[in-house]
């Protein structure tokens, strides 16, 4: 918090005060904890707030001209306050994020009825005037996933509640049948996932997808179980074990970006671009498989094992050519 | 550094703060409760820390410097002759209905598109800015209720360090210098006017004029290494009215050629994310099928194909065949096991 302290500047209080008002006198009565999770600060910053406000006014600052806040038994109240009583128009960043959220997600993606994104476009253009000319230079897609068809289908079950059934190919390329109760539906860069309880594995998943062969709403309810809680997929879907094996790689320069794409252990810059990478990975099918792909772009150092095993399946591949295409 | 010294500095510095952003806090509400432009001189009578400065100069330098703070926030702080006949003597206000966010009313529809528009941001590093514009929102009523899309969580990220300098400088119109990895691997200075970003397929992509080549060009943010510097003024470019990223952008992806489907042999209960795509699918014995499948970048296919290893062959075309084979014959041969230095034995 100290460090909090000592970096905000007076202005980015400011902003926050000037937009604390208006929320609060909109709200009336709220719990002190709410409002702060609102504004992303703790209670004691509140509070803070809270105090300083009480101090501002219109010139005279007799008590009459003073804001009056009131936050005694944990409910927020707040007065006097007519002059900013309505938030600060949009700054070009602000207005920027919803216009071009609200693009990302007219484009198709299916998640948001059209007329929704359309008029709620329309109607910020209007309040923003200018900033509607930046937003238009700045474009995000989001994935979009055969016709937005299969993602309906997952935002209804979540919606609904209900149980879904699977057809699933898993990164192993192995297809399975899952019955999984719909917790979340995200996106990661250009790929789709749900995650739910699965009720195969009687844990949490995370399924691709663009992996999912069918996707079959059913006449459950598919409420999760209650201590089903969601995986931290800030950074990717997948998530270390303590039974993975740690797998060591060098990368080319072409093949640099694999430190950035894949959730790495450690990152060591080698000479001419080059780097050495540590991954964990519980089951290591993913890296031989990006192996060959790479075509020796990645090369695997260690284990022995993982190493000897691209190698010989790479020649198991070459060897089901005619020789005259071989050489 | 013990607990004392760390309290010192929170004291010394948090006071000041405080005290400044009650000071604009003040001169804003003031500024806003007035019809007609305050001179400086009421203006330091109605806001109780100016009166406490030493000086009218060192008034005068403290309120330029608030005056230029809150301009900076977007408040729109109108600069105005107090009285026609005396006109240098200059007044200060800020009118409600240009400083205040409109009242706008939305269908629930709307509602909802707001709230996922908001929520793509939130592992990014315009996450408060998101915050921000949606708390403003609901501060003039609006009700965010987001029950229908409870668990829906639509995202962008920005991991580059890249991004942000360059979304300011697309945002003032400011020319940037980085250097650039090419293809090849090797590295280039680039001075470039950047005129849009673009996310596509999961890339960032900056568009805009390359100084250098006197043409548009395309770079990824993946690709920009070190720092990216803001050179020379604000708004010193006109971006072209025409201008549409996204053309620009695919363009610099493989074109999409019309060609017969690829011809692969692909192992009974292997090669799923291939099957889904096939045109047809026929099977050879208990251990094979054959695969028709349509592919648009010989390259980025071959690679795909070759990520099977022994589970799917290419029958035709050649060149497929070809680019699969030399990508596992370098796989091959870069897997000896040996460990660097060590004599490679056979």
Same mark, same amino acid.
């Given at each position: 918090?100290?460090?909090?302290?000592?970096?905000?500047?007076?202005?980015?209080?400011?902003?926050?005060? $000037?937009? #604390?008002?208006?929320?609060?006198?909109?709200?009336?009565?709220?719990?002190?904890?709410?409002?702060?999770?609102?504004?992303?600060?703790?209670?004691?910053?509140?509070?803070?707030?809270?105090?300083?406000?009480?101090?501002?006014?219109?010139?005279?600052?007799?008590?009459?001209?003073?804001?009056?806040?009131?936050?005694?038994?944990?409910?927020?109240?707040?007065?006097?306050?007519?002059?900013?009583?309505?938030?600060?128009?949009?700054?070009?960043?602000?207005?920027?994020?919803?216009?071009?959220?609200?693009?990302?997600?007219?484009?198709?993606?299916?998640?948001?009825?059209?007329?929704?994104?359309?008029?709620?476009?329309?109607? $910020?253009?209007?309040?923003?005037?200018?900033?509607?000319?930046?937003?238009?230079?700045?474009?995000?897609? $989001?994935?979009?996933?055969?016709?937005?068809?299969?993602?309906?289908?997952?935002?209804?079950?979540?919606?609904?509640?209900?149980?879904?059934?699977?057809?699933?190919?898993?990164?192993?390329?192995?297809?399975?049948?899952?019955?999984?109760?719909? #917790?979340?539906?995200?996106?990661?860069?250009?790929?789709?996932?749900? &995650?739910?309880?699965?009720?195969?594995?009687?844990?949490?998943?995370?399924?691709?997808?663009?992996?999912?062969?069918?996707?079959?709403?059913?006449?459950?309810?598919?409420?999760?179980?209650?201590?089903?809680?969601?995986?931290?997929?800030?950074?990717?879907?997948?998530?270390?074990?303590?039974?993975?094996?740690?797998?060591?790689?060098?990368?080319?320069?072409?093949?640099?970006?694999?430190?950035?794409?894949?959730?790495?252990?450690?990152?060591?810059?080698?000479?001419?671009?080059?780097?050495?990478?540590?991954?964990?990975?519980?089951?290591?099918?993913?890296?031989?498989?990006?192996?060959?792909?790479?075509?020796?772009?990645?090369?695997?150092?260690?284990?022995?094992?993982?190493?000897?095993?691209?190698?010989?399946?790479?020649?198991?591949?070459?060897?089901?050519?005619?020789?005259?295409?071989?050489? | 550094?013990?607990?004392?010294?760390?309290?010192?500095?929170?004291?010394?510095?948090?006071?000041?703060?405080?005290?400044?952003?009650?000071?604009?806090?003040?001169?804003?509400?003031?500024?806003?409760?007035?019809? #007609?432009?305050?001179?400086?001189?009421?203006?330091?009578?109605?806001?109780?820390?100016?009166?406490?400065?030493?000086?009218?100069?060192?008034?005068?330098?403290?309120?330029?410097?608030?005056?230029?703070?809150?301009?900076?926030?977007?408040?729109?702080?109108?600069?105005?002759?107090?009285?026609?006949?005396?006109?240098? &003597?200059?007044?200060?206000?800020?009118?409600?209905?240009?400083?205040?966010?409109?009242?706008?009313?939305?269908?629930?529809?709307?509602?909802?598109?707001?709230?996922?528009?908001?929520?793509?941001?939130?592992?990014?590093?315009?996450?408060?800015?998101?915050?921000?514009?949606?708390?403003?929102?609901?501060?003039?009523?609006?009700?965010?209720?987001?029950?229908?899309?409870?668990?829906?969580?639509?995202?962008?990220?920005?991991?580059?360090?890249?991004?942000?300098? $360059?979304?300011?400088?697309?945002?003032?119109?400011?020319?940037?210098?980085?250097?650039?990895?090419?293809?090849?691997?090797?590295?280039?200075?680039?001075?470039?006017?950047?005129?849009?970003?673009?996310?596509?397929?999961?890339?960032?992509?900056?568009?805009?004029?390359?100084?250098?080549?006197?043409?548009?060009?395309?770079?990824?943010?993946?690709?920009?290494?070190?720092?990216?510097?803001?050179?020379?003024?604000?708004?010193?470019?006109?971006?072209?009215?025409?201008?549409?990223?996204?053309?620009?952008?695919?363009?610099?992806?493989?074109?999409?050629?019309?060609?017969?489907?690829?011809?692969?042999?692909?192992?009974?209960?292997?090669?799923?994310?291939?099957?889904?795509?096939?045109?047809?699918?026929?099977?050879?014995?208990?251990?094979?099928?054959?695969?028709?499948?349509?592919?648009?970048?010989?390259?980025?296919?071959?690679?795909?194909?070759?990520?099977?290893?022994?589970?799917?062959?290419?029958?035709?075309?050649?060149?497929?065949?070809?680019?699969?084979?030399?990508?596992?014959?370098?796989?091959?041969?870069?897997?000896?096991?040996?460990?660097?230095?060590?004599?490679?034995?056979?």
């Amino acid at each position: 918090m100290n460090a909090r302290h000592v970096q905000e500047s007076a202005t980015t209080r400011l902003q926050r005060l $000037l937009t #604390m008002v208006p929320w609060l006198l909109a709200n009336q009565g709220v719990a002190t904890e709410r409002a702060a999770e609102q504004f992303g600060v703790s209670t004691d910053q509140l509070e803070s707030d809270l105090a300083l406000l009480f101090l501002c006014g219109t010139p005279g600052h007799l008590p009459d001209d003073l804001i009056e806040a009131d936050w005694e038994d944990g409910r927020v109240f707040v007065g006097n306050a007519d002059a900013i009583a309505r938030p600060l128009r949009f700054t070009v960043d602000e207005a920027l994020t919803l216009m071009v959220g609200l693009r990302a997600l007219g484009a198709g993606a299916g998640l948001a009825a059209p007329d929704g994104v359309l008029g709620a476009l329309t109607k $910020l253009e209007a309040a923003t005037g200018e900033t509607a000319g930046l937003a238009a230079r700045v474009r995000v897609d $989001l994935p979009a996933e055969r016709g937005g068809e299969m993602l309906a289908r997952a935002q209804q079950a979540l919606h609904q509640h209900r149980r879904i059934r699977l057809r699933y190919a898993s990164a192993r390329d192995e297809v399975t049948e899952r019955d999984v109760d719909p #917790m979340r539906l995200l996106n990661l860069d250009a790929h789709w996932y749900l &995650e739910g309880w699965c009720h195969r594995a009687a844990d949490v998943r995370v399924f691709r997808l663009d992996r999912v062969e069918s996707l079959q709403l059913l006449d459950l309810d598919g409420t999760p179980p209650a201590h089903a809680t969601s995986r931290d997929l800030a950074t990717t879907p997948y998530q270390p074990g303590v039974a993975d094996v740690v797998v060591e790689l060098e990368l080319e320069p072409s093949a640099r970006w694999v430190a950035e794409y894949y959730p790495v252990e450690s990152v060591k810059e080698l000479p001419g671009d080059r780097r050495r990478v540590t991954v964990r990975a519980a089951d290591p099918g993913w890296v031989r498989r990006l192996a060959w792909r790479l075509g020796g772009a990645l090369v695997v150092t260690a284990p022995a094992d993982l190493v000897a095993a691209i190698r010989e399946q790479a020649h198991a591949a070459l060897a089901a050519y005619p020789p005259q295409v071989r050489s | 550094m013990g607990t004392w010294s760390g309290s010192v500095a929170r004291v010394s510095v948090q006071p000041s703060v405080a005290a400044k952003t009650e000071r604009l806090l003040n001169l804003v509400i003031a500024l806003l409760s007035t019809r #007609m432009p305050l001179t400086k001189a009421r203006i330091r009578a109605a806001v109780p820390q100016y009166q406490d400065t030493a000086s009218v100069e060192a008034f005068d330098r403290m309120f330029e410097r608030d005056k230029d703070e809150l301009r900076e926030l977007g408040i729109p702080l109108e600069t105005s002759v107090v009285d026609p006949l005396f006109d240098d &003597e200059l007044g200060y206000r800020i009118d409600r209905r240009e400083y205040a966010l409109p009242e706008i009313s939305f269908t629930p529809d709307e509602v909802s598109a707001l709230v996922l528009a908001g929520r793509i941001w939130s592992q990014a590093s315009l996450a408060a800015q998101a915050n921000a514009a949606l708390t403003k929102l609901a501060a003039t009523g609006v009700v965010l209720d987001d029950r229908s899309v409870v668990g829906v969580e639509p995202r962008i990220r920005t991991q580059e360090a890249s991004f942000e300098p $360059l979304r300011r400088a697309v945002r003032d119109r400011r020319a940037v210098t980085f250097d650039y990895r090419k293809a090849d691997g090797t590295l280039a200075a680039r001075r470039v006017q950047p005129w849009g970003l673009t996310q596509w397929r999961g890339r960032w992509y900056v568009t805009g004029w390359d100084a250098q080549r006197e043409a548009e060009r395309v770079f990824r943010l993946g690709r920009i290494v070190g720092p990216v510097k803001a050179v020379g003024s604000v708004g010193a470019y006109a971006v072209p009215a025409d201008h549409e990223p996204r053309v620009l952008v695919r363009s610099t992806e493989p074109e999409v050629v019309d060609q017969p489907p690829a011809i692969l042999r692909v192992r009974v209960g292997a090669g799923n994310t291939l099957r889904r795509r096939a045109r047809s699918i026929g099977d050879i014995d208990d251990q094979w099928s054959l695969v028709d499948i349509d592919y648009r970048d010989i390259d980025g296919f071959a690679a795909e194909v070759a990520g099977f290893g022994p589970d799917v062959v290419v029958e035709a075309p050649q060149d497929l065949q070809r680019a699969v084979l030399s990508l596992l014959r370098e796989a091959a041969a870069r897997h000896t096991g040996a460990v660097p230095g060590e004599q490679v034995r056979r």
